[in-house]
């Protein structure tokens, strides 16, 4: 009996010949090629200390300005939320209308080095905001899993389950307060989402922080709102309250600026 084996790096083919028999078997195992993404996922764990800050503009700019008719002074509210802590991400994701070229509305971000992300408002709905900002978390969660001492600073209020079987934020701040990370919340109180207030009492690690009481701080304009720099007359907070529940349901979003 002879038995021959060659081996490369990319196929193995075995061939044994019996003589008796005059029987020839073949046996071949090719390796196809995994295509990497241009930009892997570099695991470190030099991040010792540092926040990492993700922004839900629509989300916080919208609850400006349905909740106290107010545009946000960007530069206060970053202010606010890094408190000059050391920041290894600056992420946000917003939207326009789908009709509109310029993304100025988010230049303020953008110089303080935040990498912003424009999805399209389509059919009073927007396109790609929420999905790309989970793609983010979970990038981070990844590239930073085993770091210690690490702060994730979420901005939104939105928890709503729209696709079935996909991501949401409620889900990733949870998987963050598992490894040991501490969460900080920041939302107006009427936008936040009851799964933040379950998570804030299962996991310790779990802080919500509201704007409204950063209102003064945060204000560039004020409507003209009766009562100043209060909410909207408590008439007006029952059916304010009713369309916020139809909201939560099909996330109608209205152009940030």
Known sequence: ?????????????????????????????????????????????????????????????????????????????????????????????????????????????????????????????????????????????????????NTLVLLTGDGNDEVKGTATFPMLVEQFAKIGWRVEMWSWKKSLHKSYVRLSKEYKTVEINYLDDHVEEISRNIGPNENGMKRRSESNEEGEEKNNRKEELVHIVEPPY
């Open 1 to 149: 009996t002879t038995t021959t084996t060659t081996t490369t790096t990319t196929t193995t083919t075995t061939t044994t010949t019996t003589t008796a028999a005059a029987t020839t078997q073949t046996k071949a195992t090719y390796t196809t090629p995994i295509t990497t993404h241009t930009t892997p996922i570099t695991h470190t764990t030099t991040s010792t200390g540092k926040i990492h800050v993700f922004v839900d503009a629509s989300n916080i700019i919208i609850g400006a300005k349905r909740n106290y008719s107010i545009k946000l002074d960007i530069e206060s509210l970053i202010n606010i939320v890094e408190k000059g802590r050391p920041c290894a991400s600056r992420q946000l994701v917003g939207s326009r209308l789908a009709t509109q070229n310029t993304t100025n509305a988010y230049d303020k971000w953008k110089q303080h080095n935040y990498l912003v992300q424009i999805g399209v408002i389509s059919n009073r709905k927007e396109v790609f905001v929420d999905e790309a900002l989970h793609s983010m978390l979970a990038r981070c969660y990844f590239q930073f899993l085993g770091c210690n001492d």
